[in-house]
């Protein structure tokens, strides 16, 4: 992977890192707090549903960050080593994480009886989504195991 390349995206991953921290910071509790005061029959929400949010959103940062340092990994030409695993070990128990935040969210509006269609739909698809990044981070994982065996291999051959 060039190095122009991998720049680019680590440049844009601190921008998306500083954006996430801002939405933690005002944008979550703001909506949490003009939620409540909307909907005052779920305004006891306002505090766990924030706490959900700046969950789910430190998640996203922490995919971001392991992302960070397998890109590292890249320019330096050692992805394929032990070292790349506990990168996407913590990838892939942040998005199992998140995703039953998701399914928590679900499950707590669900019991309340307050959910629309629109909103049942978007959780829904927020589980089904996490899973399947989930899924494929385990598919991913065990790519990176065979091809770091192979590498091994190659490297006691030459």
Do not use: H, N
Request: glycine share 6%; hydrophobic share 60%.
């Amino acid at each position: 992977m060039q190095r122009t390349t991998i720049v680019f995206l680590k440049s844009l991953i601190g921008v998306l890192l500083a954006l996430l921290l801002c939405c933690q910071v005002f944008v979550v509790p703001a909506v949490a707090a003009q939620s409540a005061v909307r909907y005052s029959e779920i305004a006891y929400f306002e505090i766990p549903g924030t706490i959900v949010g700046i969950l789910f959103l430190l998640c996203v940062q922490v995919v971001l960050v392991c992302v960070w340092r397998l890109l590292s990994l890249v320019r330096e030409d050692s992805i394929f080593s032990d070292s790349a695993f506990p990168d996407v070990d913590v990838s892939l128990g942040a998005v199992a994480f998140a995703t039953f935040l998701v399914l928590v969210a679900l499950i707590a509006l669900s019991l309340t009886g307050f959910m629309t269609p629109s909103i049942t739909l978007l959780l829904l698809l927020g589980v089904v989504v996490g899973a399947g990044l989930s899924l494929l981070i385990v598919v991913l994982r065990r790519l990176l195991r065979k091809a770091s065996q192979l590498e091994q291999d190659l490297s006691e051959v030459v």
